[in-house]
């Protein structure tokens, strides 16, 4: 889920990709997102209108949950 770190509003329609495979998603209504790839280190890009792009080197073997700043 992607939210706005200081107000906690949700950040409808932003995209989230990783770089490595070049895959990603758009958020919901809600700030959430899905992308199904395979365990890895990979880097995490967030962007939204307005705020800066947000990245971090993350290693999927569980769920994360990331906040985005403006």
Same mark, same amino acid.
């Given at each position: 889920?992607?939210?706005?770190?200081?107000?906690?509003?949700? #950040?409808?329609? &932003?995209?989230? $990709? #990783?770089?490595?495979?070049?895959?990603? @998603? &758009?958020?919901?209504? %809600?700030?959430f997102y899905s992308i199904t790839v395979p365990e890895g280190e $990979?880097?995490?890009? @967030? &962007? $939204?209108?307005? %705020?800066?792009? $947000?990245?971090?080197?993350?290693k999927l073997d569980k769920n994360i949950k990331n906040k985005c700043?403006?």
């Amino acid at each position: 889920m992607l939210k706005d770190i200081t107000t906690g509003e949700f #950040l409808i329609g &932003s995209n989230v $990709y #990783l770089k490595e495979l070049m895959k990603g @998603a &758009s958020t919901n209504t %809600y700030g959430f997102y899905s992308i199904t790839v395979p365990e890895g280190e $990979y880097n995490f890009v @967030a &962007s $939204y209108v307005g %705020y800066k792009d $947000y990245t971090e080197k993350i290693k999927l073997d569980k769920n994360i949950k990331n906040k985005c700043q403006s």
